[in-house]
């Protein structure tokens, strides 16, 4: 073996000694060039549902019910124009009651409907924010942040103050000064 790599001697350990890279090893992502202001980490922003993929998914259900229908009265072998004319009316009804409401159920959601998760937990956090009457552009700390200028304020103000009246009235001693002895 070269450079004191891998087994002394392959001996006993039920290898042949011969010594490769781990192909399995994930190196961890540089997370310095991901996140480029301290700011950004702080601040918590909502991620905001895709109104694309909640359309979607709301008409994918009008069709699963109207497919639903269709095999209903497949089964009861109805004439197929009559069955066209039903899903049809079924399909009109249900689409129409989609723009209509838009209240979404968070308990009876699956953990992959993500969107759908998104969008409740919107509307769950504005009834919060409404039942405590924080307003929109409320940034979280600022009260904090409010405070400490006004105590930076107070203390230039100090300062400033401070030196006006030691500048306008200066003290003398009743003696001379002393003279140092060597």
Partial sequence: MSSNVG??????????????????YLRPR??????????QLQKYRQRAPDAEILAHDRKR?????CLELQDKLE?????????????????????????????????????HQVHELAAAKM????????ALGISKDYEEGSHWRRQEEEKI???EQREKNSSNS???VRRRSASPPRRSER
């Fill in 166 to 168: 030691s500048s306008s």
């Fill in 75 to 111: 089964e009861e072998e109805l004439d197929e124009e009559e069955i066209t004319m039903r899903v049809e009316a079924l399909r009109k009804k249900l689409l129409a009651d989609i723009d209509k409401a838009t209240k979404i159920d968070a308990r009876g959601l699956k953990p």
């Fill in 123 to 130: 509307v769950e956090s504005e009834r919060l924010r409404n």
């Fill in 30 to 39: 540089d997370q310095t060039s991901q996140i480029r202001d301290s700011e």
């Fill in 153 to 155: 304020r107070k203390m």
């Fill in 61 to 65: 259900e009008v069709e699963v019910k």
């Fill in 7 to 24: 087994l002394s001697t392959p001996r006993g350990s039920g290898t042949s000694g011969y010594v490769q890279r781990n192909m399995s």
